[in-house]
């Protein structure tokens, strides 16, 4: 079955450290992938998006994403957070042509500290 | 944000009440979601709409019933509320990329 694995349940950092929050998914075929963020008391909002070509993906806010499909990984990146990404970071799958199949991770619970 | 839209935003009820939220879209999507996020659960699909009349179950499908007589809204029914459907429901649309409602936070006392 479809399932998605984030490896941090929670993740503290200081202000201009690096983040890097891991993502695994399991499907043997095309997939498209997602990352979500939902900040304190909002919904969630697309922070980027793969669904083919260059495996890096670049989104809002200075994140990035690369997709390594050897190791069925989608790991989020930015290189120096600030105090504002305090949010929780959600990852999703869905296989091509399969709308109806998007699946969630649990979320990553980010804290930056100021 | 596509145009979503929920109503209520909060709501408090008792036990064994029915209740309905509604989700509204603006966009003429064809698919429509129905969430419920819970801490440590992330989010899980309740229903999902692929069109006027056409719906289907997701992960946690007991206890919730939807309908969508037409396309712009999508209601997602408790029959007969309990405490463990306590939570903070989530409209989306469309489809492969969501975009989500603002929520509404479901209190069962």
């Known amino acids: 079955a479809q399932s998605v694995s984030q490896h941090n349940h929670h993740v503290i950092l200081s202000e201009a450290a690096s983040l890097e929050l891991g993502c695994n998914y399991s499907y043997g075929g095309t997939v498209n992938l997602f990352w979500y963020v939902q900040y304190p008391g909002q919904h969630l909002q697309l922070l980027l998006k793969y669904f083919s070509g260059d495996p890096l993906v670049k989104g809002i806010k200075g994140f990035e994403a690369e997709f390594i499909k050897s190791k069925f990984s989608f790991n989020l990146r930015k290189p120096s957070v600030q105090w504002s990404d305090t949010a929780e970071y959600f990852c999703?799958?869905?296989?091509?042509?399969?709308?109806?199949?998007?699946?969630f991770g649990k979320g990553t619970r980010l804290h930056i500290l100021p | 944000d596509a145009g979503i839209t929920q109503s209520p935003r909060h709501k408090v009820t008792e036990t064994g009440t029915p209740v309905t939220l509604r989700c509204h879209q603006t966009e003429n999507h064809r698919y429509m979601y129905w969430y419920r996020q819970d801490p440590g659960h992330g989010l899980r699909l309740i229903h999902y709409?692929?069109?006027?009349?056409?719906?289907d179950k997701g992960e946690v499908s007991d206890g919730y019933s939807v309908s969508r007589s037409k396309t712009e809204d999508f209601l997602l029914t408790l029959e007969s509320a309990t405490s463990s459907q306590t939570s903070v429901y989530f409209c989306?649309?469309?489809?492969?990329?969501?975009?989500f409602g603002p929520g509404t936070r479901l209190t069962v006392t």
């Open positions: 709409s692929y069109g006027v009349k056409d719906t």
């Open positions: 999703a799958v869905s296989p091509s042509g399969r709308d109806d199949k998007i699946i």
């Open positions: 989306a649309t469309p489809a492969p990329e969501q975009y």
